[in-house]
């Protein structure tokens, strides 16, 4: 179960909108969330609440797979996926309802990342604040469907003109396709003001490592150009070339230079997290400078490989991020 | 604005008695229209409608997105289009940019593609009455215009594979019932070719091809749109019901005409060049007595068969180089070209 899940979900119970209905989707009975959304149900009688137990297989994507039995059934033409390691506020439809005008086609946000738990739950929070952040946000800026499938909020008929999520279950990367699609309608991206809190929890340094081996192998598969200059997006790569470049144009010591531009980096990560009133105290600086000087090789594994395991699976990706379904194997 | 003009003196210009049984039955007008200061005739075929065949959207490298085009075009009166969007080989450094760039259908986006055609099909009839066809642009050498070829294949509904041979190809758009077109870019294969593609691109965007219009072989004319202001340019108007099946059999039956589309004159049939009064007759290949010949403003006559056709538009922007071109090599040829006068406004 997810760290805080009993939290989480129990967010969803005190949201302040009129009219709304929740429905959990579970793949499995036996998936020990069941008892604790039960226990939740009969917790809060005056919330429109439903357990959806049981997975329709449309493709080889496991997350798509597990809603369609919720999304099929579900009462309303506006629709929230949301993953169950997100925790809201109470006015988080008040703020994202108005968002979903008629020009746009899904509302997402930028993840903040908080509660972290051991090693890899601190590298991985620093991923989600800083790197990550600056991606979604420079990404949505260039015309990108940065869209994260840890909030996604849209209508229901409007996906249907792209055949519903059930035609992105191929895609490992349902999110980012269904971001595109929106933008083949001519419709917007569009982010909330907010971000959206994600409980990060226990991480080994192995669950963050392989985690964003597969998110990594994901962008690879469907923005390969953008993977390929990736480095280019953090302090490390960069400083280098350009401590080269300063020290050939202007004599400037390369080491010099590293340190400033390393510094002033990390001086305007801060003030993403800041922006995003993200966790901050004196270990900061160390896990943001260790996630970033792991990520070159980090990235060059990313590189050299296309499967990914996910929920208990290996998957192979093919190009545009389609999961080769004849390679799946259920490991159970 | 511009206006046509035309003339019966003689003869009608769609021939008479013997004459006329060589036009298909379509063609015999229905419905003649006098059009005040336009000239005496303007012909309105009960079922006839202009379309775009050759359209590219966001899919690929096109500027608007899908249901974008359709509100273009459904708002112009257009009574059929068919998105084409670059299909790219993939076997080439650049058909793998075009990849990597998002610049080619791809078989991942392949069916959210088909879907979205789905519907915006559906909403187009239901709003517009208006066609939309399926179809991609399988493309070769993506990277250089001169070393590029372009097959059409329109009416579609499975992926193909672009590095496969253009005959292949061809085969495989005919295998799924749709026709294949070649463009322009496919000219110098034509004798290995010609038998396997449905209908020639004889005019795209802006730009005749002269060798195509004179071949005989079957053609069609669209605009390659990328974005919205492309939207002038030779565009195809069919005489045929208006539904998917009933426009392909048309490209193959050639029960249409090539025709000049000027946004600013949009929908208004008597502003619209008629490339048939010019010389070319739905259903055949026949460019008669080489009258095309000069640029806008022009004025022509036939006196064979009675016909003058003048215009007093300004501003065109054909290729009149290329018509008259061809208009001094028919003269060579033939030594009997009609008296062509190209007053300049």
Not at chain 1, 98 to 124: C, H, I, M
Not at chain 2, 44 to 68: N, R, V, Y
Not at chain 2, 285 to 296: E, K, T, Y
Request: hydrophobic share 45%.
């Amino acid at each position: 179960m997810d760290n805080g899940l009993r939290e989480n979900l129990e967010s969803f119970f005190q949201l302040a909108y009129p009219e709304f209905e929740i429905l959990f989707s579970v793949a499995d009975h036996r998936d020990p969330a069941c008892a604790l959304v039960d226990s939740l149900i009969k917790q809060y009688p005056h919330v429109d609440a439903r357990l959806m137990v049981g997975a329709v297989d449309v493709g080889p994507n496991p997350k798509v797979n597990n809603m369609m039995n919720s999304y099929n059934d579900a009462k309303y033409d506006h629709i929230l996926i949301s993953d169950s390691n997100v925790r809201v506020n109470p006015d988080y439809l008040t703020k994202l309802v108005p968002d979903l005008d008629d020009d746009t086609g899904v509302v997402t946000g930028v993840v903040l990342g908080v509660a972290p738990q051991g090693f890899g739950g601190r590298l991985e929070q620093s991923f989600v604040n800083t790197f990550y952040a600056r991606w979604m946000i420079l990404g949505s800026a260039a015309g990108f469907p940065t869209v994260i499938g840890k909030s996604m909020f849209f209508r229901r008929e409007v996906a249907k003109r792209f055949g519903g999520i059930a035609n992105l279950s191929r895609y490992l990367a349902e999110d980012y396709m269904a971001g595109q699609a929106m933008l083949h309608l001519g419709l917007k991206v569009k982010h909330m003001t907010q971000p959206i809190p994600q409980i990060i929890g226990k991480h080994s340094f192995k669950d963050f490592w392989q985690r964003h081996v597969r998110w990594g192998r994901m962008r690879k598969m469907t923005a390969p150009l953008a993977l390929f200059f990736e480095p280019l997006n953090g302090p490390i790569v960069s400083g280098l070339i350009g401590a080269y470049a300063f020290h050939k144009a202007f004599g400037i010591s390369p080491l010099s230079f590293m340190a400033a531009h390393v510094a002033v980096w990390f001086l305007c990560d801060l003030l993403i997290m800041a922006a995003m009133k993200a966790e901050i105290d004196y270990t900061t600086p160390f896990f943001w400078l260790l996630r970033e000087i792991s990520s070159i090789p980090h990235w060059a594994h990313i590189l050299a490989g296309n499967t990914v395991s996910w929920r208990g699976s290996r998957l192979k990706l093919e190009a545009g991020g389609v999961l080769a379904e004849p390679s799946v194997q259920r490991t159970a | 604005m511009g206006r046509i003009e035309t003339k019966t003196q003689k003869k009608s210009p769609f021939g008479t008695g013997a004459n006329r049984q060589n036009f298909p039955n379509s063609l015999i007008f229905k419905i003649f229209m006098q059009v005040g200061s336009y000239g005496p005739e303007v012909a309105i075929h009960p079922f006839m409608f202009i379309s775009d065949l050759h359209i590219h959207s966001s899919f690929s490298d096109g500027k608007l997105a899908i249901p974008e085009i359709v509100d273009l075009y459904g708002k112009k009166g257009f009574g059929a289009i068919a998105i084409t969007d670059h299909l790219c080989e993939t076997n080439t450094l650049f058909g793998k940019a075009a990849v990597y760039m998002n610049r080619t259908l791809t078989p991942a986006v392949f069916p959210i593609y088909m879907e979205i055609l789905k519907s915006e099909a559906k909403r187009a009839w239901e709003q517009y009455q208006m066609v939309v066809l399926p179809g991609f642009e399988l493309t070769k050498s993506p990277e250089l215009n001169h070393r590029s070829a372009r097959l059409l294949g329109l009416g579609i509904s499975q992926f193909l594979s672009a590095n496969a041979n253009i005959v292949e190809l061809c085969r495989s758009i005919r295998a799924q019932g749709g026709v294949a077109i070649a463009t322009e870019t496919l000219w110098a294969e034509r004798a290995e070719i010609a038998s396997e593609v449905d209908a020639w691109e004889a005019a795209a965007g802006r730009k005749l091809s002269e060798e195509i219009l004179e071949s005989g072989l079957p053609k069609v004319a669209s605009s390659g749109l990328h974005s919205a202001k492309h939207l002038t340019s030779w565009k195809t108007a069919f005489f045929c019901e208006k539904n998917p099946q009933a426009i392909l059999k048309a490209i193959r039956d050639q029960e249409l005409r090539l025709f000049f589309y000027d946004e600013e004159k949009a929908n208004d049939l008597r502003n619209v060049v008629d490339v048939s009064r010019l010389g070319i007759r739905i259903g055949t290949d026949l460019v008669r007595n080489g009258a095309i010949s000069g640029s806008f403003p022009l004025q022509i006559q036939d006196q064979a068969h009675g016909l003058k056709v003048s215009t007093a538009k300004t501003g065109s922007r054909f290729d009149s180089k290329a018509f008259e071109r061809r208009g001094q090599r028919l003269k060579r040829k033939s030594g009997e070209l009609l008296s062509v006068s190209v007053p300049r406004v």
